[in-house]
């Protein structure tokens, strides 16, 4: 029978146990985290939305118009004006014809690549693609290629060994490593080879582009090279759940066909109606994508000056790798003894000997956060 015992031991002596931190209060640099203050590096919040007073607002308005719960599946009674209203917000602020709601990224990326594609179709993707991609391709049935991290030729080397129908699908930003897929290059291999290019843009959207209308929008790039774009709502906007975007026929082949959207009870309408005021704030607020810049900017030059070298990003991703896993975590406990959560993280997350401390920024730090982190930073040993 199953022997969890067994694999639990295993799974400690490796050094791969995971436990979890219990945090009291809003997502925030300084939160409590195991009853202690503490200065964080870690959450995905990267414009400080989370806890924004004008979005809780508009949730608190929402639940006393439509309560707690939608009841059901979109395709039931489940699909209130309020998601109507965010997915024609949404399709706006991404500058094409439709938008489709999800209950979260990783919903999304299943139900989109499964409808897409079946067996004897085949879907290229990036060896870094999130967990999600990689999830979605398994359960599509399609044929799995997959190309060096951030190489449009081995991409295109790849598409050129495709059948069926083909799908090139990339992370817009790595989420371990925060640095941006070629998607130019990219695009321009699919577009070569017949192929659709699908963006998922969980860390771009909100933080890259003008209005932070995501990594897509940074190159200048739109519908034509890139048909399918997700994103997600639960990271620089503050809220949850997540969206894709393309054209009329894709969503209506979607609304159909996603099992992940058919299949599933509708976000709450007042996380719609919040998120729509979150969108609100982050195409007029252009001073948190500034902010960020600064803050990064202010990172990199300290961390230079320590001779540590950060992974090479201009977003708000900032990993330093240490490579061994011990070491990793040894790194992470010394900051954590100075009040500061920056998390290591380890394979299976990343590869083997690629252990790293991911710092996340957020436009809510101070700059004096940043030399706070620096001055600890500095405590570390990393290998030359
Ligand atoms: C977080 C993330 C997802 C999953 O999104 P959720 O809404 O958290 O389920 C998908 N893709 C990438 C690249 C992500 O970072």
């Known amino acids: 029978m199953f022997d969890l015992r067994q694999r639990l031991e295993a799974r400690r002596a490796a050094g791969r146990q995971r436990f979890r931190r219990l945090t009291d209060g809003p997502v925030g640099p300084l939160q409590r985290v195991d009853g202690r203050e503490i200065l964080t590096f870690c959450s995905n919040d990267y414009l400080g939305l989370a806890s924004h007073p004008e979005i809780a607002e508009s949730l608190r308005r929402a639940t006393r118009i439509y309560g707690t719960g939608s009841g059901s599946a979109h395709l039931i009674n489940g699909h209130t004006r309020a998601h109507h209203a965010l997915e024609e917000a949404l399709a706006e602020f991404t500058g094409r014809p439709r938008a489709l709601l999800f209950s979260t990224g990783y919903m999304a990326n299943l139900g989109t690549v499964g409808a897409l594609l079946s067996r004897g179709d085949s879907l290229i993707e ?16 399609a044929k799995r290629l997959r190309y060096a991290h951030g190489d449009a030729e081995a991409a295109d080397l790849q598409l050129a060994r495709a059948a069926g129908n083909c799908l090139l699908v990339t992370d817009g930003v790595f989420s371990m490593d925060g640095d941006l897929a070629p998607l130019p290059a990219l695009a321009e291999a699919a577009q070569a080879h017949g192929a659709w290019l699908m963006v998922d843009d969980a860390h771009g959207i909100g933080v890259l582009g003008p209005g932070g209308r995501g990594s897509l929008s940074h190159f200048g790039l739109g519908l034509t ?110 900051l954590w003894a100075q009040g500061i959560l920056v998390p290591a993280i380890r394979p299976p997350t990343v590869a083997e000997g690629q252990a790293r401390l991911r710092i996340t920024l957020s436009a809510a730090h101070e700059p004096a956060h940043i030399d706070r982190l620096l001055d600890a930073l500095a405590t570390i040993r990393t290998p030359q």
């Open 126 to 141: 990036d060896r870094l693609n999130h967990a999600s991609l990689i999830d979605a391709g398994t359960l599509s049935g």
């Open 225 to 334: 090279e890139a048909p399918v774009l997700m994103g997600t709502l639960g990271k620089a906007i503050g809220t949850a759940g997540a969206f894709v975007a393309g054209d009329e026929d894709l969503i209506e082949y979607l609304i159909g066909a996603a099992r992940t959207y058919l299949f599933t009870t509708a976000m709450p309408a007042a996380i719609a109606e919040a998120t729509r005021t979150a969108l609100g704030l982050v195409v007029r607020e252009d001073w948190r994508r500034e902010r960020l810049q600064q803050l990064i900017a202010q990172l990199r030059a300290g961390a230079s000056a320590l001779d540590l070298e950060l992974m090479p990003s201009a977003t708000p991703i900032q990993p330093l790798r240490i490579g061994d896993s011990a070491r990793a975590l040894a790194a992470a406990e010394t």
